[in-house]
């Protein structure tokens, strides 16, 4: 991966617990966004946070942003089976630049 | 809602041939993005361009060309193909300036044989 690392690689949980995945970037950035993709199929964009910051809720998602740690995580409440995928998060730098990805947590919910 | 367009969804080509892949922005996004995801990986930029012109380039191989038209669509060519090059190929545009979130395409997937 360009940038860091995510973890768990991989999380299998059951349906009704909350899932949480981590995110680690190398430097300084303008926004990090959270994307979902189902087996291989496409990005799906769910929530950015700016750099300045530090907690953001849509619907069951919760994002955080650590700057002094390069640090982010993602809340999934009450996971749904319908949450099965793929989670990536993303670093953007400079406004308009690239997506830096990290290496993505594959999420599988059992009903 | 118009959405980002990308043609075709699937290819098939033998290695050593050639690939052009096409990628329609939204109206009015002038910034156009080209993503590489190999099997099992996490999406990899390649390339973009704002206003017609290169704005940034990554890992793309030399084998690889791209370019943004007048009327603002893009096109990845992709010769001498390698067993390696097959991957699902994303663009994404944006008005740089005015958004944030890039918006994607479905996809092409590419696989050489």
């Known amino acids: 991966s360009q940038q860091g690392e995510e973890d768990p690689q991989a999380l299998s949980i059951q349906e009704g617990e909350n899932a949480t995945m981590n995110c680690s970037y190398k430097t300084s950035i303008n926004n990090l966004q959270w994307y979902r993709q189902n087996s291989g199929r496409g990005l799906v964009h769910l929530i950015l946070i700016r750099s300045n910051e530090r907690e953001k809720h849509s619907g069951r998602l919760r994002v955080t942003l650590d700057t002094s740690k390069k640090s982010s995580s993602l809340l999934i409440t009450a996971s749904r089976a319908a949450d099965t995928a793929s989670y990536f998060c993303?670093?953007?730098?400079?406004?308009?630049?690239?997506?830096?990805f990290g290496q993505g947590t594959e999420l599988s919910v059992k009903p | 809602a118009a959405g980002v367009i990308q043609s075709p969804r699937h290819l098939i080509k033998e290695k050593r041939e050639t690939a052009t892949l096409k990628c329609y922005p939204i109206p009015r996004h002038d910034t156009v993005y080209w993503y590489q995801q190999g099997p099992g990986q996490d999406p990899q930029f390649l390339i973009s361009?704002?206003?017609?012109?290169?704005?940034d380039k990554g890992s793309i191989p030399d084998r690889f060309s791209a370019q943004q038209f007048s009327d603002y669509h893009s096109e990845l060519n992709m010769s001498s193909l390698e067993l390696g090059d097959s991957a699902l190929y994303f663009c994404?545009?944006?008005?740089?300036?005015?958004?944030?979130?890039?918006?994607f395409g479905p996809g092409t997937r590419l696989l050489v044989l």
């Open positions: 993303a670093t953007v730098y400079n406004q308009g630049g690239k997506l830096i």
């Open positions: 994404a545009s944006l008005i740089v300036g005015v958004q944030e979130t890039q918006y």
């Open positions: 361009f704002y206003e017609k012109m290169q704005s």
